[in-house]
């Protein structure tokens, strides 16, 4: 089992920017790749970016690439997500997920680990 816990979050203004982070323990962290997601108040939770295990790979979302960075540190056991020029639709609570290093891909329900979610808050 993994546990993971965010960080970061915040209110920040238009244009602005806010590093989140996922620690991560339990099973080991590069068994996984991990991704964020996201979830605005009365809205579906939407895929945000994944990194693979190796951070061979990565993957956005049309809404935030170009924007967005996802890294991760197997070393710590960390993931992150460097947020630019946020907007404020970036409003949303932002979660990492952890799903099998076979998988590479954006369905959450293929995404076993979850986070409890760190609040980013965008004003304009």
């Known amino acids: 089992q993994v546990q993971l816990v965010e960080s970061g979050g915040g209110l920040v203004q238009t244009g602005g920017s806010l590093r989140l982070s996922c620690a991560a323990s339990?099973?080991?962290?590069?068994?996984?790749?991990m991704a964020w997601f996201r979830q605005a108040p009365g809205k579906k939770r939407e895929f945000v970016t994944f990194i693979s295990w190796n951070a061979g790979s990565t993957y956005y979302a049309n809404s935030v690439k170009g924007r967005f960075t996802i890294s991760r540190d197997n070393a710590k056991n960390t993931l992150y997500l460097q947020m630019n020029n946020l907007k404020p639709e970036d409003t949303a609570v932002y979660y990492c997920?952890?799903?099998?290093?076979?998988?590479?891909?954006?369905?959450?329900?293929?995404?076993?680990?979850w986070g409890q979610g760190t609040q980013v808050t965008v004003s304009s």
């Open positions: 339990g099973r080991t962290f590069s068994d996984y790749t």
């Open positions: 997920a952890a799903a099998s290093k076979y998988y590479s891909g954006t369905d959450s329900g293929e995404y076993r680990y």
